[in-house]
Structures are given as C-alpha cells and as structure tokens.
C-alpha cells in the first residue's frame, strides 16, 4: 500500500505502490509500463487521473520532441510520460498542504514556474526563464508535467497546488479536460489582449483553441464573434459555441468577408489559431489600426509576414506559449455556470490502454475527431468491447 513518509494519505482513496504509465521510446513509439506511483513533495499533491485528453502538442511531442524537454534535451528513451491536459481526483498531500482535500476534483494547468525568476515573479509562469531547468545540479523547481515532468498518460501524477483547478461536481471528467484548453483562449484574449466587452473578435482556426476561443470571447461579451474555417460542420459546432458569424474561407475570401461584416475597417482582436502559411498576413488585413493579433498556432514552416503594413497600422502581434496568470479558474468559472458548452468539441473517448488507438483518431481526424480523450477507469478497452 501506497504510505510515504510525510505524506498525507486516506483508506478511503487508497493507491497502490505502482501504476500504469505510458513512455516515450523512441520518435512515435509508447509502451504501456509500471511505474511506481510518484511522491509528492512541498506544495504537491498526488493527483489520480481520471482522465486526458490529446492536444496537438501531444502529438507534436511524441513524433518530434519539441516542446518536450528532459534532462536538458530530446525527450526520447528517458522514461518520460507525455501527456498534460488531464483532471483527476487529489488522492494523497505533501508536506503542509493543507489547501486542498483528499476526494476533491481538480483540473490542472500544465506549468508550474520556478517562482523565483523574473517571468514567474509577473505570473507569465508560461514563459517561466527556468523552463526544462529541474533535474541534477540545475534544479531550479520548473515543472511543465507532459513536457518538462511526467505528465498524464498514466494513472497518477504528482502536481504543485498552483498547477490545480478545482471543478465543480456536476462537471464530468470530459468536460473538465478542456477548461485548460478554454483557459488559454481566456489567457490570450484577457490577460495578454486586454479584451473588454464590446469589442470584436475574430478567429481563424475552428481546432480546440478556437472553437474555445469563440466561446471564451463571446462569453466575454465581444461584438460580434467571427469565426473562419474550411469545414462546415466545425463552423456549426463555432455557431453553437457562441459564434455571430462564420466564413468558409474556401466559399469567400475570408478578410473580404471579415471587413464587409465591421464597416470595412476589421476588427479589434484576431485571435489566430489555424497556423496556415499566409494566417499572420491575413489576420493583419483583418484587423483594424492598432487592433490586435493573437498567435496561438504556428506553421511548420517559417512564414513570410508583411512587417511594412504590421508597422503602418500600429498593429500588436504576440504568442501564447498556453494558459498563464491563472486563466484557467476564470474559464473553469465560465464553464461552471454553463455559460457554454465546452463538451461540443469532445468527440472520442477510449480507455488508457487503447492510447495509440487514440492518438490515431486525433492525429488523422478520423470521424472528424477534435477533442479525443483518453479515461483512465471505468471505459471498457477496445479489444473488450469487440469482445461483446
Ligand atoms: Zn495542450
Ligand atoms: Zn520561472
């Protein structure tokens, strides 16, 4: 039975002294493995994981490495876990942890700064100085669990308490996977854009980030919401969101379309989540004089951008390296009071041994699958089912 020293724990949510865990061989290869269940520290707590979902980054992750990064380089044959955008139940508390309870949902954002540099003194934990900086003599605390840290394609992992998000009962573990996802968009229209009510938005890319980013700008209260795309039924699903209008940028030019819908002057805020090679340069002709243009995707490739008419107009362009500032809560708020929807994007579901499976759907969109996520109890394995 799981008891370590100083570590909090509970009969009623016992744990075994090892888990299931999925690691990275070698570029796109996983194997299901036993692991021992990780110990949480100072500020941490042990998180049973319920459930996961694949982000895009995932995938990047598993076939190229970046932005993984263990021991200071490629994370490949280091017995790391990928995976991060999970929630689960607290199971066991570090040492003086006490803000938290044995038997509480939570849903956790991915990264735990150093809290000692200059970025994590501003709350950009995101765009922590020390990131990666957390094995050997250069130990600098960072965690970033699925990059850094092992993550969540595994029955347990251990979190620091500023990475958990509480959720609320009536929100199922599916719908929980996605407020970090929601609480990026949050992150980039608010913290980093400085959105308020009344103004206007546009979208380009209706992936997970977008679809949220509709409903995160619309519950906002920005006028109006315009979402573009190249798939129909995912423009319905940004319709259903909260979107005002949609464009299929393959029936019309999507920044003809965009300036027609605002007088011809474009908007206040694009928030670009498509990563096409021309998005940057469209999304500048989108967007009014001195508006704003959000990155939160990115081409392959390095992409030419007209700086001369990003210059003229006094337009911002910035990233987002994911949430920050704690605008997970605030989605987690919005969700919670089911301001929208977040479950339109959830398509797939398999159980943990059935990852590859899982990954296949999300990488080739099988079934146009957009959020698939992966249950770690309690969702009957592929084989089993065929088994039926
Ligand atoms: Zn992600
Ligand atoms: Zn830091």
């Known amino acids: 039975m799981y008891k370590p020293e100083h570590v909090k724990t509970s009969p009623d949510f016992p744990s075994p002294e090892t ?97 000692q540099c200059k970025r994590c003194r501003e709350g950009m934990y995101t765009a922590c100085h020390n990131y990666g900086l957390n094995y050997g003599d250069v130990d600098k605390g960072h965690r970033a669990n699925g990059f850094t840290t092992d993550g969540g394609f595994a029955e347990y992992a251990v979190n620091h308490i500023n990475t958990l998000v509480p959720i609320s009962d009536d929100m199922s573990d599916e719908e929980a996977t996605l407020v970090v996802t929601a609480g990026t968009a949050m992150y980039g229209l608010t913290e980093l854009g400085g959105l308020v009510a009344g103004e206007s938005v546009v979208v380009t890319g209706p992936g997970p980030i977008g679809l949220l980013g509709v409903a995160v700008a619309k519950a906002l209260g920005a006028n109006p919401v315009i979402l573009t795309g190249t798939r129909d039924n995912r423009l319905q699903i940004g319709k259903e969101l909260g979107a005002d209008y949609v464009i299929n940028a393959r029936k019309e030019d999507p920044v ?23 998005a940057v340069n469209e ?106």
Not at 256 to 278: F, I, Q
Not at 331 to 357: G, I, N, Y
């Open 256 to 278: 003809e379309a965009v300036r027609k819908l605002n007088g011809g002057k474009g908007v206040d805020y694009v928030v670009e989540c498509s990563g096409a090679p021309e």
């Open 19 to 115: 888990m299931r865990a999925w690691v990275l061989g070698d570029p796109d290869q996983l194997t299901l493995t036993k692991k021992p269940v990780p110990v949480p520290k100072r500020a941490e707590v042990l998180v049973r994981i319920d459930a996961v979902a694949i982000c895009a980054t995932d995938l990047e992750i598993i076939h190229h490495g970046p932005p993984a990064m263990i021991q200071g380089g490629q994370p490949f044959n280091k017995n790391f876990t990928p995976g991060h955008e999970y929630m689960g139940t607290v199971v066991a508390l570090g040492p003086g942890v006490d803000e938290y309870r044995i038997g509480q949902r939570v849903t956790v954002e991915i990264h735990a700064g150093c809290g």
């Open 283 to 388: 999304a500048a002709r989108m967007v009014n004089r001195g508006g704003r243009i959000c990155l939160a995707a990115f081409p392959g490739k390095p992409a030419e951008v007209d700086i001369a008419h990003i210059v003229r107009n006094n337009i911002y362009v910035y990233g987002i390296r994911g949430e920050g500032k704690t605008a997970t809560h605030r989605a987690e708020a919005f969700m919670a009071q089911k301001r929208f929807d977040a479950t339109k994007v959830h398509t797939h579901t398999f159980a943990l041994e059935d990852l590859p499976t899982a990954l296949k759907y999300a990488r080739e969109r099988i079934e146009d699958a957009i959020k698939v996520v992966v249950k770690t109890h309690g969702h009957a394995a592929l084989n089993s089912v065929a088994a039926e």
